[in-house]
């Protein structure tokens, strides 16, 4: 008679080794689907891959519980993982361009949109998976293997329910018969909108990213100098990537967010602008963190570089044109004509010229004040302008005296705006070196951000926090530039 333990035990290589099999014949039951279009089939693939899902999240566990004296536990759990996602990904790619062309042939520009991302994070996902496999490989063919316990549960946790939710919505076969409450709940799920989907993939994506960029501080020192030995310069060239990377991202945000305000998603657009946000600030912090601000030995300094132009490009195109374009959109296509009406080019054109010209400052000025920044930051400017858009976006009453005002002060905001960002003797606080010297302002208005988003208040919010940004050279006046820069180098 076997023990609870040993059946336990026995569990753990089902759990890790019998992923493979059921994702496998997930697969076979897709291909069915797109044969022959049965239900059933439909029904019976899903079943195996909430299985293989369910498997997935559960056996690092019973592993660690159970079985933690089995040889290459970890490794082969990554190795299933590997295979496991190799037929996911590229399943739900096929069944999302399928989808299209036999289940929804009149499909609209946004889910084309929607398959074609899908593709792209397929990619992706298959690029993360051997790049981490390479530079794993690589740390333990130089005898320098470090810790196994790598910051990917989160990914783990996020792909296996994803790639389920995406297998639901590109193979669901709708029925109009009464086919049990089951099915019904997976129509639900299938029938999911793009639109949410878009959202769930993005922070997908920037996960999968965020572990590419954990991968490359764990093991990437180790390559480096096996590749570089002594030459400052290529090590160099090669770290630039890694903030450049970054930079890009940062633009890519912009672009979605102007994706979503043609959706009328303005609350989710507010967020890809902070996403933006956030990458201009990691940037230039990792650039400064590998030593690439600082010239080489023996080197001319270079007041402007490659990265700094691409940081440029990058900001222009999501703090400058991309929140003019929001706010063209928002208020050209809003329903009362009152609005709609209003020659909502000019406030646009202007806030971008203006953007243009404080970037241009920011970048030329050779007199920079530490900790602080001359004139209202692109960032900041952006995230002011838009946030008024929610609520007019929200309005429930699109021809009421508060829906027409809302309009007017969104056109009176942009041109203040783009005067407060060429108001170069008004000194703004640094608000990323702020928040990382204080944690807990920085947790305070996320849980207030996570509490509102779902709220029709989020608008307000953010537009009061904002506000309060604006008042902040009510304090910063006070500071001496000297003590501020004799701060900021005790701090590096």
Not at 178 to 185: E, K, Q, S, W
Not at 196 to 218: D, H, M, P, Q, T
Not at 222 to 249: G, H, K, Q, S, W
Not at 282 to 304: N, Q, V
Request: proline share 5%.
């Amino acid at each position: 008679m076997l023990k609870k333990k040993d059946v336990l035990t026995t569990m753990t290589p089902i759990l890790v080794y019998g992923r493979p099999l059921l994702v496998f014949s997930g697969m076979m039951c897709a291909v069915a689907v797109m044969l022959n279009r049965s239900p059933n089939v439909f029904l019976a693939g899903t079943l195996l891959f909430f299985a293989a899902m369910v498997f997935d999240l559960m056996d690092g566990w019973f592993s660690a519980r159970f079985g933690p004296e089995i040889s290459f536990a970890e490794l082969a759990d990554k190795i299933m993982d590997r295979v496991v996602y190799s037929i996911i990904f590229p399943l739900v790619a096929v069944g999302s361009m399928w989808r299209l062309h036999y289940l929804i042939p009149d499909h609209s520009r946004l889910e084309l949109v929607h398959a074609v991302f899908v593709l792209m994070l397929c990619v992706t996902v298959l690029i993360r998976d051997n790049f981490a496999h390479f530079m794993r490989g690589f740390a333990i063919r130089q005898a320098r293997e470090a810790e196994l316990r790598e910051l990917t549960r989160l990914r783990t946790a996020v792909a296996a329910p994803l790639g389920f939710l995406l297998y639901v919505h590109a193979f669901h076969i709708p029925v109009e018969a009464d086919v049990g409450f089951l099915y019904a709940g997976l129509t639900r799920l299938g029938g999911l909108s793009v639109r949410n989907l878009f959202v769930i993939e993005i922070v997908f994506l920037v996960i999968n990213f965020g572990s590419i960029a954990f991968y490359c501080r764990k093991y990437g020192t180790y390559c480096l100098d096996a590749l570089c030995v002594e030459d400052m310069a290529l090590r160099r060239r090669i770290l630039a990537a890694f903030p450049n990377a970054l930079t890009v991202m940062n633009a890519m945000m912009g672009l979605l967010a102007v994706f979503f305000a043609y959706q009328s998603k303005m609350t989710e657009a507010y967020l890809l602008l902070i996403g933006a946000a956030v990458f201009d600030k990691l940037d230039g912090a990792m650039a400064r963190r590998l030593g690439l601000t600082e010239p080489l030995p023996g080197a001319a300094a270079k007041h402007i570089t490659f990265g700094g132009i691409m940081d440029d490009v990058a900001d222009a195109v999501s703090f400058c044109i991309a929140p003019a374009w929001i706010f063209y959109v928002c208020l050209s296509n809003h329903p009362a004509p009152e609005i709609r009406d209003l020659p909502v080019y000019i406030p646009a054109l202007i806030y971008a010229f203006c953007g243009f010209v404080r970037l241009a400052y920011f970048t030329l000025d050779r007199a920079p004040v530490p900790g602080f920044f001359k004139g209202l930051p692109t960032p900041a400017a952006a995230l002011f302008v838009t946030a008024p858009l929610i609520v007019l976006a929200q309005t429930n009453s699109p021809a009421s005296q508060w829906t027409v005002f809302l309009g007017y002060f969104c056109m009176g905001l942009m041109v203040f705006t783009a005067f407060l960002m060429n108001l170069y003797p008004v000194r703004y606080i640094h608000i990323g070196r702020f928040m990382d010297r204080n944690p807990w302002f920085t947790w305070t208005n996320l849980v207030l951000m996570v509490v509102f988003v779902f709220t029709p208040y989020f608008g307000y919010l953010v537009f009061c926090q904002m506000i309060l940004y604006l008042l902040s050279p009510l304090i910063t006046w006070r500071v001496d530039p000297e003590t501020a820069s004799k701060e900021a180098g005790k701090n590096s």
